[in-house]
């Protein structure tokens, strides 16, 4: 048979030309090819009915409550007794209390212009809330690292909330005022050329893009990188069995128990440590298959309440003890997951928020859906008809404290999480139509800094207020806890 023949009849075998593209049908979950349209040009085309100078803009309704209202009313259905603890914590700086009232900042934020472009966002984006983490391998990813209130929703909301809480943490570490404008400017600046630069990756590339051992060096922050080799160092050490060290005892029968540490650790009833560990049977059940003889080697010892965070405290919140065959721990932390605060103020703003069905499963997801590297370990259970996560206590966990970086470090940390935040945003919202609005120029930049530095104003006139409160014993707050 000759070369012609068996090219004619077999259709692409040797000396075949290439043809026309074979024709397949549409395959639903997969973009079309060619593609239709330019995602750059329709992000560029949304600048003209939301300009990117509008961004600066903030406008407070008369319906927004005051200070302590809104940390009333973020308070219900959470632990009474805590409360106390809660307020004095948010009552300890102005960048405290942001970090408290992420529901406060939704309520202006959907008063704020929208592009209309929606990402999963965070919710929570302040500086506070990146930090170092251990992956499956033992190594260290840094990212974004809590996601109790993430939700589809507009990717503006967590870049203002992100240059915010870096000119109140500035102002709290004493740099001037030209430095804390300087860092919402640089984080914004630094969002805005990472999403320039995702949008020219092949897709892939830019899905895993900006690996720590890069982060640096895109981000121009090295003169952090002292303060991140010393945190590094001290994550290295912040494990499990560190935590249980120091917060468990050996029982008569070769196991170990937690010790009462209050307010923080407490040991509780049976029947509530029962209910605990019996929602893992749920949680085993949302893991992927292969980690399910990870966890069958280990076994259940102790459960106890633990209070965590800022926003989150008064939450319920419990680490459970497991222990290996040879007596190696593994402490999960088994964390409520409330609806998003952000919620009803997207409704607010007319966006549409599909129902979460189980608050858990929704910031699992949501952290899935924004992490290059997510704890291997990350699932969801049901307690007592209440919503949790699970995930892993003390997983080799290390985080910068923006408020006490030095004041010429904090604009190198706005470009390093500004990168961040670019990147996580990226694998829901297309970089390029992104990139489109944002431009080439610092318009969008200047906007946000203006904004940043105007709701910092704001919030601590909020923070005043609750101090006021306080003062006049409207409110309890506990200190120093």
Request: aromatic share 4%; proline share 5%.
């Amino acid at each position: 048979m000759t070369g012609t023949e068996s090219g004619s009849k077999a259709g692409g075998g040797p000396g075949a030309g290439p043809g026309p593209g074979r024709r397949l049908p549409r395959v639903r979950g997969f973009a079309q090819w060619p593609a239709e349209g330019s995602p750059k040009r329709e992000g560029k085309a949304l600048r003209g009915r939301t300009p990117r100078r509008a961004h600066a803009a903030l406008e407070l309704h008369a319906s927004r409550p005051d200070a302590l209202g809104a940390v009333e009313e973020s308070g219900r259905g959470r632990l009474p007794a805590l409360a106390p603890i809660r307020v004095g914590r948010m009552a300890a700086s102005p960048f405290s209390f942001l970090r408290g009232s992420a529901g406060l900042m939704a309520h202006d934020l959907a008063r704020t212009p929208m592009t209309g472009i929606r990402a999963q966002i965070c919710g929570d984006a302040h500086a506070a809330n990146f930090g170092l983490y251990g992956d499956a391998r033992g190594g260290l990813v840094i990212d974004l690292n809590d996601f109790d209130e993430t939700v589809h929703g507009p990717w503006e909301w967590d870049l203002k909330r992100l240059a915010t809480s870096l000119v109140l943490a500035g102002r709290e570490a004493g740099a001037d005022e030209d430095q804390c404008r300087k860092a919402a400017h640089d984080a914004a600046g630094a969002y805005r050329r990472t999403m320039r630069l995702l949008a020219r990756l092949p897709v892939l590339d830019a899905w895993n893009a900006i690996a720590d051992e890069q982060l640096v060096s895109h981000a121009d922050a090295h003169d952090l990188l002292g303060t991140l080799e010393r945190i590094s160092d001290k994550a290295r050490h912040n494990t499990s069995g560190r935590f249980a060290a120091k917060s468990t005892e050996a029982t008569d029968g070769g196991g170990r128990r937690f010790v009462d540490a209050p307010p923080v650790l407490r040991r509780v009833p049976d029947e509530e440590a029962a209910a605990v560990a019996l929602s893992l049977e749920e949680y085993v059940g949302t893991l992927p298959e292969d980690r399910l003889p990870l966890l069958a080697r280990y076994a259940v010892q102790d459960v106890a309440f633990r209070v965590v965070g800022t926003g989150s405290v008064g939450t319920r919140s419990y680490v459970v003890l497991l222990l290996d065959h040879r007596g190696e721990p593994l402490v999960l932390q088994v964390k409520e997951a409330r609806a998003s605060a952000l919620v009803p103020h997207l409704l607010t703003a007319g966006i549409e928020v599909p129902e979460a069905g189980h608050e858990g499963r929704r910031v699992v997801l949501g952290q899935k859906r924004m992490q290059v590297v997510s704890d291997n370990l990350l699932g969801w259970t049901t307690v007592d008809g209440r919503a949790f996560q699970v995930r892993q206590f003390r997983n080799r966990k290390g985080s910068v404290d923006p408020a006490a970086l030095a004041p010429d470090q904090l604009d190198d940390y706005g470009r390093m999480t500004g990168a961040l935040l670019a990147r996580a945003h990226a694998h829901s919202a297309d970089p390029r139509l992104v990139a489109g609005y944002c431009g080439k120029n610092e318009e969008l930049d200047e906007a946000m800094r203006d904004f940043a530095v105007a709701y910092a104003d704001r919030t601590e006139a909020d923070h005043a207020d609750l101090l006021a409160g306080i003062k006049a014993g409207r409110i309890a707050a506990e200190t120093g806890v």
